[in-house]
């Protein structure tokens, strides 16, 4: 909800809150006082129609009591009695003296047919001019039965004999004379009255039959009350009948008092028939609208309350229902409103309610829009101020810091920020002095660290620049003397092969010895000096190749040096690393360079190994030249010996001849491992200039990685230097 709104400004937020609260509180407020008052209304026209429905049903009781008590009391009458024997006695005389004993014909003839009344108004024919002795009777009695029917209001009185002829009535109709055992209206609701007293008769019985179509009367809807009629002797001298009333029944059940506009009262018989009319009908309803209402259902099941039902047209009614019986005969008497008039106060206070409802809408709206502007000037206010101070300007003044209300507040808060920020901008200032101080004593230090590094890393190129320049130069040394002492090696060996060829020639000369003395003895000196000459070579290729020896250690040593140079480097490089990551993004470019040396101080210590493996292997080939050197050197020497003792052989030639053949043979054997041991010279000779050879291209290589590191050193100081 608060997302939404935060959608819109509160200028219009606010009033259609209000109005929102308002129109609720208003709906909330018009509904339930509509509900409360549909109930109340409800209430009330449930039990005004209970209080109608219980009047009528009481005021009918009494008026079916009333007729009760009239049929019991008019049947006790003396006057009755008499009428019903004076009156049996002129039908009886009627039928004797009339044609064919057609009785009915007769009387109908006098009464109905040759009354001089029009229909309907029969009754005020006191008698028949024929002055018979029914005549006569009728003259008696008439006036006073018509002023009974009129009195009570009944439709019509009748005398009935005990044998079922109808011998009076008041209002003579087709009824009039008649039998109700065997004539036309046997099965008619006055003879069904008759049978029941007939059948069993007796003083103060009293039936009563429900409506039906009476066809004497039209068709009219007729309900009957007859009483047993008892003579001064006690014998049954006929029925007395009485046709209801439906006018005063009417009258009952239609009276107008408190009924509203659309209420009424009527009766509804067990064929769901009304026995009463209609309020609103022109028509007579007797007989002639159903109701098959679930109210008069109930109330002729003897149930008794109030609903809310469709009536008989279908319309929404509240009805209360009930039962009331006459006689055996059960009636339902239903008091109805339309819920439409019992809700009509609501509506029209609905309708109230939704005008004032509007106008309180209205007001509120109204007053909305005024507390809103209240409230949204002072904030548009102090937005426009915050937006002020939001764009730095310090001077803005904050509104509204007079008001006591949460504006009020909101301005001393505003007050409070705008002094804040004024400190945040004061904070920010120094702080940028700060950084800018700092930033200047960062690039001092870095500076610093950087002629530091460069006069501990330019101290260390340059020694392994220098290490480079004097493995180079001794590793050309160590070439020459290499070089050197293959070719003395070589001279040896043609040296050797030489003594090999003169001892041959003396192996051969022996047997000419002594033709050719002179010629071995000058021989034998060639030879001792030519070994005198092999020893001192010999021995100086020895020296040679131990300073050979010697040049490797001091390689080795130089090698050392290079490793502990580029170790000391690769802790520089990491140091440097180390600072580049304190420094931040100004040490990025210290970084590469940092890394860029200590990768060229690996590859320095991993040459600076491969030199030292070459060293190792040209000391050990060294040894083995050496070794081979001094070997030879023992050799020449037995030469020197073996040459004295040929000299010694001259002088005793013809003695020894045998010694000098072995010795000759000795000779040629020496001479054979001489030429082995300087062949060994050779090849280790040879490896020690290939071996001096590598060192030569390693120290170049160290010589162009030092001038690599160089390079990256000074690139990487330019770099300080320029951050």
Do not use: C
């Amino acid at each position: 909800m608060s997302r939404v709104l935060s959608r819109y400004r509160i200028a219009i937020v606010l009033p259609l809150l209000i109005g929102l609260i308002a129109l609720v509180s208003v709906a909330v407020t018009g509904t339930l006082a509509y509900l409360r008052a549909a109930g109340d209304m409800t209430v009330q026209a449930e039990e005004k129609m209970m209080a109608l429905r219980e009047g009528r049903t009481n005021a009918l009781g009494t008026f079916l009591d009333n007729i009760e008590s009239d049929i019991r009391i008019t049947s006790n009458n003396e006057t009755v009695a008499r009428a019903l024997k004076d009156f049996g006695l002129g039908f009886d005389a009627a039928r004797r003296n009339a044609p064919g004993n057609d009785v009915v014909a007769a009387l109908q003839g006098a009464y109905i047919d040759g009354n001089p009344h029009p229909e309907g108004e029969k009754d005020k024919l006191d008698a028949a001019p024929d002055g018979t002795w029914y005549d006569e009777q009728h003259a008696l009695y008439h006036a006073w039965f018509r002023a009974l029917q009129r009195e009570r209001g009944y439709y019509d009185v009748f005398l009935i004999s005990p044998d079922g002829d109808v011998i009076y009535t008041v209002f003579k109709e087709a009824d009039f004379a008649t039998n109700l055992t065997d004539g036309q209206w046997a099965g008619s609701g006055l003879a069904e009255a008759y049978r029941h007293i007939t059948e069993d008769p007796r003083p103060d019985a009293v039936t009563f039959v429900d409506f039906a179509a009476y066809a004497p009367s039209g068709n009219a809807p007729a309900s009957f009350i007859a009483g047993a009629v008892f003579d001064e002797d006690g014998d049954f001298a006929g029925v007395l009948a009485f046709q209801m009333p439906i006018g005063r029944i009417n009258d009952i059940m239609q009276i107008e008092a408190g009924m509203g506009e659309s209420g009424e009262a009527y009766l509804v018989g067990t064929d769901l028939l009304m026995r009463s009319d209609s309020r609103f009908s022109d028509q007579s309803t007797i007989l002639a609208r159903t109701v098959e209402t679930e109210t008069a259902r109930a109330a002729l099941a003897g149930e008794s309350g109030v609903r809310q039902v469709a009536d008989y047209r279908g319309v929404p009614v509240v009805s209360a229902f009930g039962p009331i019986d006459v006689q055996g005969v059960r009636w339902a008497v239903l008091a109805e409103v339309d819920v439409a008039e019992v809700m009509a106060p609501v509506v029209a206070m609905e309708w109230f309610l939704i005008l004032a409802g509007i106008g309180i809408l209205v007001v509120v709206g109204l007053l909305g829009i005024l507390f809103a502007r209240a409230i949204t000037r002072p904030l548009a206010a102090m937005t426009g101020a915050m937006g002020r101070l939001a764009e730095g300007d310090l001077s803005v003044t904050i509104p509204a810091t007079e008001r006591r209300d949460e504006l009020g507040d909101m301005s001393h808060a505003m007050a409070v920020f705008k002094t804040r920020f004024q400190e945040a901008e004061d904070l920010k200032a120094a702080q940028e002095r700060e950084r800018q101080e700092a930033e200047a004593a960062r690039r001092k230090s870095l500076l610093a660290m950087a002629d530091r590094f460069e006069r501990d890393v330019s101290g260390v190129v340059e020694a392994v620049s220098s290490a480079a320049t004097e493995l180079e130069t001794s590793a050309n040394g160590l070439t020459g003397v290499a070089d050197r002492a293959s070719s003395n090696a070589t001279t040896v060996a043609g040296a050797a092969e030489q003594t090999a060829a003169n001892v041959e020639t003396v192996a051969t000369a022996t047997e000419e010895l002594a033709a050719s003395i002179q010629e071995i003895a000058r021989q034998v000196e060639q030879a001792r000096t030519t070994a005198e000459t092999a020893v001192q070579e010999a021995d100086r290729t020895t020296e040679e190749v131990r300073a050979l020896d010697q040049a490797a250690d001091n390689i080795g040593e130089v090698l050392s040096l290079i490793n502990d140079i580029a170790s000391q480097t690769n802790l520089l490089a990491l140091n440097a690393t180390i600072e580049a990551a304190r420094a931040g993004e100004a040490g990025k470019g210290f970084a590469v360079v940092a890394n860029e040396v200590k990768a060229l101080a690996g590859q320095t210590a991993r040459a600076t190994d491969d030199i030292d493996r070459h060293i190792k292997e040209v000391q050990a080939n060294t040894q083995h030249a050496v070794k081979a050197i001094e070997h030879f050197a023992a050799t020449v020497g037995r030469i020197g010996e073996i040459s004295a003792a040929v000299a010694a052989a001259v002088e005793q030639q013809n003695a020894a001849i045998g010694e000098v053949s072995r010795n000759t043979a000795e000779a040629a054997g020496g001479t054979q491992e001489v030429s082995r041991s300087i062949g060994d010279v050779t090849a280790a000779s040879e490896e020690a200039g290939g071996a001096a050879r590598e060192v030569l291209g390693a120290a170049g290589e160290l010589s162009r990685r030092a001038a690599d590191l160089s390079s990256a050193v000074n690139r990487f100081l330019q770099g300080v230097r320029q951050d």
